[in-house]
């Protein structure tokens, strides 16, 4: 893990390949991705970008009949070939789903079941990373009165940032978000996209979006994708205003997708 | 015919249904109920039954059949959860897993006097003990596992996949997800199985013929060293339960008062029922609320 500190890239993804069974999902994918930065993955229904993101956790595994090859370098180690420790790996790259999934306990057990499990025993320090987890997430003014609510009262967009309290808890450094805002109103979604741009401050970000607006508001690098594979990968504004693949600019003034 | 008449001759009909199956049960309950309560009294409930005078009472087969089910659920129960995670999160689909969910249906079908037939076999003549209260209690659990087995499977299964990602994407080991997770949500439909499993013990005669006997010894009840032979908490003793014993005393019972005691009896035994019920999911709803912080 000390070599990651030295270069800026936390993930560097090289010629990978994935299929599930005999459908070639994502075809030779490279993708550096910059600490402290947020990176928006784009691109139509079934190009391959929750295939993407699902795979820099490794949550890809729980999917039956898949195959990768290549490499994905995470902080200079490669998960796909070397024993990698999963429970470790995911302690340090975090995720957040489509849709928020509070397990049904109250809003504190939902945030201390992380680090309770992986070894947080005292009380005080629980307390803490808990206030801490919904401070980060601006959550702790609406609920602190009511840690103890089970937590499936609270409001969907509630609910989406109690999720991401819950993956900060175990103090990552990535944080994946697969559409965290597909499920949510619109001023829940601005709430999360404020809480997006506080949060890079400390962490590195992957968003997948099917919402253009969002990337462009949020991300510093945007990549499309089509069909399973990088189309383009560049800064967000470049991408946005001076697209150099002609599909890339055909996909967002909307002439497909 | 237009769908309008159709709606309203399904909705009849669905309702006919419907005070078909409650008016039978009123009727079933109410037949047991007046014709069995007259003859319970306390004497009836804490008097040692007789095999040839009147004025007998059902004490041991009262507490051999909750202590037969005690014991049966204390093996069942953790058997036949481990069974049902092991199907619903450990077994690989492909042909063994197909031929060990046969077998679970095949054994969920068995009648209870074939199993009774095999107690006899396995946990009376091969093991040497004779009738005990433990043969009885493992050939209910070989009739009661695969029901288990089944429910948890399918209580695992229905827990929404969505709430298993969320505790792997943290970094949390499979079995701590199962263990607190997956477990915790499964939990209402897995005690329901389980309340379902006991109402069948309580009601069995066929399995524990052979297995547990026709008789109890003499018991004292202030003895509670379960080594001795007669404590009613001895494992390794012969036991007649309620089920078995209305049957006993209708079949070949020498009492002149054999209508009375098995009215009394079968009127003890669906309220011993009905009341286990009610307790086990007011104690699981308590539970449930508990873990999910629900008041």
Not at chain 2, 70 to 91: D, F, N, Q, R, S
Not at chain 2, 266 to 290: C, D, T
Request: glycine share 8%; with cysteine; aromatic share 8%.
């Amino acid at each position: 893990m000390s070599i990651g500190t030295l270069t800026r890239e936390v993930f560097d993804i090289k010629d990978l390949n994935l299929w599930y069974g005999e459908h070639h999902a994502l075809k030779s994918i490279n993708f550096p991705i910059n600490k402290k930065e947020v990176t928006a993955i784009i691109g139509p229904s079934g190009c391959g970008k929750s295939t993407f993101i699902k795979t820099l956790n490794l949550m890809i595994n729980m999917v039956p009949n898949v195959k990768m090859t290549g490499e994905i370098n995470f902080n200079g180690q490669n998960v796909l070939n070397e024993k990698i420790d999963l429970v470790d790996l995911r302690k340090h790259v975090g995720m957040v789903f489509q849709k928020g999934n509070p397990f049904p306990q109250s809003i504190y057990d939902n945030i201390a079941y992380g680090p309770r499990i992986h070894g947080v025993k005292r009380k005080k320090d629980l307390d803490e990373i808990v206030t801490k987890s919904l401070m980060d997430v601006a959550l702790w003014d609406e609920v602190k009165d009511r840690l103890h609510a089970p937590a499936l009262g609270l409001s969907g967009g509630q609910q989406q940032r109690l999720c991401i309290a819950r993956a900060l808890a175990t103090k990552p450094d990535v944080l994946l978000m697969d559409e965290p805002t597909s499920a949510l109103d619109p001023i829940s979604t601005l709430k999360i996209e404020e809480l997006i741009l506080e949060l890079k401050e400390k962490y590195t970000i992957v968003i997948v979006t099917h919402n253009m607006q969002q990337a462009s508001r949020v991300s510093d690098k945007t990549a499309f994708f089509l069909m399973g594979e990088l189309i383009e990968l560049d800064s967000t504004s470049t991408i946005f205003s001076n697209p150099k693949d002609s599909r890339t600019e055909g996909y967002i003034t909307g002439r497909f997708g | 015919m237009n769908s309008k008449t159709a709606d309203r001759i399904a909705t009849g009909v669905f309702i006919t249904i419907a005070i078909i199956i409650i008016s039978i049960l009123v009727g079933l309950f109410y037949y047991i109920l007046v014709n069995g309560l007259k003859h319970v009294s306390l004497d009836f409930l804490t008097s040692p039954s007789s095999n040839v005078r009147a004025g007998g009472g059902i004490r041991d087969q009262l507490f051999n059949s909750f202590y037969i089910l005690l014991l049966t659920m204390l093996i069942a129960v953790p058997l036949g959860i481990g069974g049902g995670i092991y199907m619903a999160e450990y077994a690989k689909p492909g042909k063994v897993t197909d031929i060990i969910r046969s077998c679970i249906e095949v054994l969920a079908s068995l009648p209870s006097i074939v199993i009774g037939m095999f107690g006899l076999l396995m946990f009376v003549n091969l093991t040497g003990w004779g009738y005990t209260i433990l043969g009885g209690a493992l050939a209910l659990t070989v009739f009661n596992l695969p029901v288990i087995v089944r429910v948890s499977e399918d209580a695992i299964r229905s827990v929404p996949r969505d709430l298993k990602e969320a505790s792997l994407a943290l970094g949390i080991t499979r079995w701590h997800t199962i263990k607190t997770v997956i477990l915790p949500s499964a939990f209402p439909s897995i005690l329901t199985g389980a309340i379902l499993a006991s109402g069948r013990v309580f009601g069995e005669a066929a399995a524990l013929l052979f297995t547990a006997g026709l008789s109890t010894p003499r018991l004292d009840y202030a003895n509670w060293n379960p080594f001795s032979d007669t404590s009613p908490l001895n494992i390794f003793r012969p036991a007649e339960t309620l089920a078995v014993h209305i049957w006993s005393v209708n079949t070949q019972g020498l009492i002149p008062d054999v209508e009375e005691v098995s009215n009394g009896a079968a009127a003890v035994l669906v309220l011993s029922v009905l009341i286990f019920n009610l307790l086990a999911r007011w104690i699981g709803s308590m539970i449930h609320k508990k873990i999910t912080a629900t008041k």
